[in-house]
Each structure stands twice: as structure tokens, then as C-alpha cells.
């Protein structure tokens, strides 16, 4: 992940199906999709940001979550951007 806007907590989940509804975050704080999305890895972005997902066996689908926007000083508005978001099959 290649981001201008580094600082933010991130989690990847990973499923093989996902609902034709839209869903809400749990509680919990995690993606409420069925059948439960299995918590791939997590990490806070730095520029340029790797995460080896080896841990778990591989999905169809994927989800991106940022779960903070990182810290801000100013307490102005703050947003996250993304240049450029890849997976790639370990071989």
C-alpha cells in the first residue's frame, strides 16, 4: 500500500462471499458480514506499508478497513488517502 497520508490504523479481512445488503460495522468494530470475515492482518500506515497475509488461507474477496484516521494535532479535519493498493499471491 503506497499512501501521501500515513498514520492511519488499518485491518484486511477476507472472505469468500459477500451479502447482497449493505452492512454496518459490529459493535464490536469489526465488518458484520456473512459469513464472518476472517481478520487477515493489521498494521498503521506508513508511506509505503507491506503486510505478509500468511497467515491465513486465501479468499475471494478482501476489505480494506481503516479503523483510525491517526492522530492529529491540529484537530482540524482529517482524511486518508491511497495511491495504490495491491495483493499479491505469495509463490
Known amino acids: 500500500m503506497i ?3 500515513p498514520g492511519f490504523d488499518f485491518q484486511i479481512w477476507g472472505t469468500d462471499r ?3 445488503s449493505p ?3 459490529s459493535a464490536a468494530g469489526y465488518p458484520a458480514v456473512e459469513p464472518r470475515l476472517d481478520a487477515a492482518g493489521s498494521g498503521v500506515a506508513s ?3 507491506t503486510l505478509r497475509l500468511s497467515h491465513v488461507r486465501e479468499r ?3 476489505l ?3 479503523t483510525s484516521l491517526g492522530p492529529d494535532p491540529t484537530h482540524a479535519g482529517k ?3 491511497i495511491a495504490e493498493f495491491e495483493l499479491r499471491q505469495r509463490t
Open 23 to 25: 452492512t454496518r460495522p
Open 79 to 81: 482524511s486518508v488517502q
Open 3 to 5: 499512501t501521501p497520508t
Open 18 to 20: 459477500v451479502p447482497r
Open 64 to 66: 480494506l478497513w481503516i
Open 60 to 62: 475471494v474477496y478482501y
Open 47 to 49: 508511506a509505503t506499508t
